[in-house]
Every structure is written in structure tokens, then in C-alpha cells.
């Protein structure tokens, strides 16, 4: 996988320099471009991994700006509102994740989205604990971050 990585890099560097434009746009065509024609080449390989992956990873980057967006959004609407509409709470989240950078991602992108804050991973590993300003349904908030993030950073590492 870190040798069609960094294939794919090497392609998308060769296409900006054939090309002559040096921007990011054109490195980001070019990484699309090698992305397809490694695929296309190793369709008969059993090692696909990566062209699995790296969707996944694109697909989560995406998912993540819309949930930062969406927060932010919540979050300032209701500092300009003279009406508090939190219902702040401290959830014990139940983990999926087993390993350390399962947990540690997962509580990394809890804690980069405003309103949620990952405090502390049990002894065992098996519960977060979270704090959040917007809890009106404890179980509708841990079926968000469970279907949400969790499953989307488990598809990526495991």
C-alpha cells in the first residue's frame, strides 16, 4: 500500500512538472489522474487495498467538514441568539474502537468539532466519556457519533 502511495505521489509530481502549472489544483488533478491509471494497471492484483482506502479517507474528509459546518453553525446561532437552546451532558460513549489510534482518532475529531469534547477513555477501553452542549437525546447523540465518525474512521484503519 505505501509503495502505490507513494507511486501515486510521484505520478502526480511528474504531471505538474510536465504540465508547467505548479498549484495545488493541478497537483490534485494529477493525484486523480495516477489515481485512476494505478487502478486501471493493478485491476489483476489481489493487493486493492489501497484503492479502497484512499475513497474512504476522501469520503471521511467530507463527511468531516459537513459536521464542522453544521456545528459551527449551531453553535454560533445560538451565541447570536438572546435564547440558550444547549442542554449540555456529560455521555459515556461505548467503543467499537479497540485500538490506540482508533481511539485516539476518533476523540481527536470529537474534540476538533465544536460543542463536543472528548475528556477521558476508561481503563479498560471500552468507554469514552464525552461532553457535549447539545444533548436532547442521549441515544440519538451516541447513534450520531457511532454511525458517524466511529464507523467511518474504523472502515479507514481496520
Known sequence: MKVQFLLNI?????????TGTINASNFTFGFILSFLVLWLISSHQNNRKYFVIIPRVISFTFYFLYELIKANLQVAADVVTPKF???????????DAKTDLEITLLANVITLTPGTLSLDV????KVLYIHAMYV????????????????????IVR
Open 122 to 125: 476508561s481503563n479498560d477501553r
Open 85 to 95: 437552546y444547549m442542554e449540555p451532558g456529560i455521555i459515556k460513549f461505548p467503543l
Open 136 to 155: 436532547h437525546d442521549r441515544e440519538e447523540f451516541i447513534n450520531s457519533i457511532k454511525n458517524g465518525f466511529e464507523k467511518r474512521i474504523l472502515k
Open 10 to 18: 510521484l505520478l502526480s509530481t511528474v504531471w505538474v512538472f510536465l
